[in-house]
């Protein structure tokens, strides 16, 4: 068998995340595109696309394409997938070098994509190819979204341990919560395994976050008929897992900000507030109640240690500060830190960042006692009033001292 020439990279569209209603530069329309995004899945890509094709080429023929968006793999997944085109002329490659994350390699593989049906599948053989007709078929008959859910018949996972269940119904539930127009809209909100047409989500920005690019979709896109089709998600075979507890966050912080219909961004874009970065932070000072409040217990409780009262609570408050100190140089100024690495720089952030926190008690307590002394303002209330003014102000005086760049090369 003759090989075809190794395709060269596709260009990684630039600017806005907007679909145009037509594919760009006036290519040839084909009627499907279905995104992979890919991050180290070398072992499972060539496997993959053997299986999409065997299931494609019966049906659609030469009208579909596969467009692999990867974001710069050190396995170098991109270059493996490039072989591929070798065999399968219907496969393309981005190599991403100056962005990450699912949500939008997924909407520049759309923008670059010529199909009036757009879908995206995971790399990792956790989505059974062969849904991909289902789907297709639900579109095909009238719908504007298909997406294969895990929560209708046909549906379920395979090995998924009780703490995976409780978290995915959790956030199901949470989302029913926040934003029901959008998320009870579908029984699988949290899938990643779905087609749209390409007229229903072309024309609005979209403002992804995280790796739930369906909820976007959603409460962005002109959706009015949703099928569903069951299925069930495989325990992946080869590489690593790369669900952890960051992407559960930034699925909160999707609700909240596909909720806030624009408001969050054009508040920050009028004061120049770092909105998502304080809703970051006051989720991490929520997990620090957690950790203060179960380790209060365990140290002061009689039938538990029954150590006394303030050295259980000065304890218990010190490693809350520390939890959280660790969660916020991770993820709430994550991209501050990694400009000031090394132990050294990190313990002077920890110090600082405990100073903070504990000026911000004392702050605390004089604001309870105004508010409920001077202003005669109910205890309770004026609680709630004080934490959430002295959460802004940690928040800001950390923000400008304990995470702010001052040294350079």
Request: net charge positive; hydrophobic share 45%.
């Amino acid at each position: 068998m003759t090989l075809l020439p190794t395709k060269t990279l596709i260009k990684t569209p630039h600017g806005s995340l907007t679909i145009p209603a037509c594919p760009p530069d006036n290519q040839t329309r084909v009627q499907f595109s279905l995104i992979i995004p890919t991050y180290n899945e070398s072992r499972n890509i060539k496997d993959l696309i053997v299986l999409l094709t065997r299931i494609l080429d019966p049906v659609l023929s030469n009208n579909y394409e596969l467009i692999i968006v990867d974001d710069n793999s050190p396995d170098r997944t991109w270059e493996v997938a490039q072989t591929l085109t070798q065999t399968y002329p219907q496969v393309q490659v981005m190599r991403r070098q100056n962005e990450k994350g699912l949500s939008s390699a997924v909407i520049r593989g759309w923008q670059a994509a010529r199909g009036d049906i757009l879908g995206v599948i995971d790399a990792d053989l956790q989505h059974p190819p062969e849904i991909l007709l289902k789907l297709l078929n639900k579109i095909q008959q009238g719908a504007d979204l298909a997406v294969a859910s895990r929560h209708v018949e046909g549906g379920g996972v395979s090995e998924w341990s009780i703490l995976r269940r409780f978290l995915s119904r959790g956030a199901q539930l949470l989302g029913l919560i926040i934003l029901p127009r959008v998320v009870g809209r579908v029984s699988d909100p949290m899938s990643g395994y779905f087609m749209v047409r390409r007229s229903s989500i072309a024309g609005p920005i979209l403002n992804p976050l995280g790796y739930k690019i369906l909820l976007e979709v959603i409460g962005r896109g002109n959706i009015e008929n949703i099928a569903e089709a069951g299925y069930v998600f495989q325990e992946r075979q080869e590489g690593e897992s790369k669900v952890t507890w960051k992407q559960y966050l930034e699925y909160i912080l999707h609700l909240l900000r596909l909720r806030s219909r624009g408001r969050i961004e054009k508040l920050t874009q009028r004061f120049n507030f770092p909105v998502g970065r304080f809703v970051r932070f006051g989720l991490v000072g929520l997990s620090g109640v957690f950790v203060d409040m179960s380790l209060f217990y365990l140290l002061s409780d009689p039938s538990a240690l029954g150590w006394g009262l303030t050295r259980s609570k000065i304890i218990a408050a010190e490693v809350a500060i520390i939890n959280n100190f660790l969660w916020n140089d991770r993820w709430t100024f994550g991209d501050l830190s990694s400009q000031q690495r090394g132990w050294g720089k990190r313990l002077k952030r920890l110090l600082k960042f405990n100073v903070i926190c504990l000026a911000g008690l004392v702050l605390n307590v004089l604001l309870l006692n105004l508010l409920f002394n001077v202003f005669g303002i109910n205890r309770y209330l004026a609680n709630f009033l004080a934490i959430g003014l002295v959460t802004l102000w940690n928040f800001w005086v950390n923000l400008k001292l304990s995470w702010r760049v001052t040294e350079v090369k």
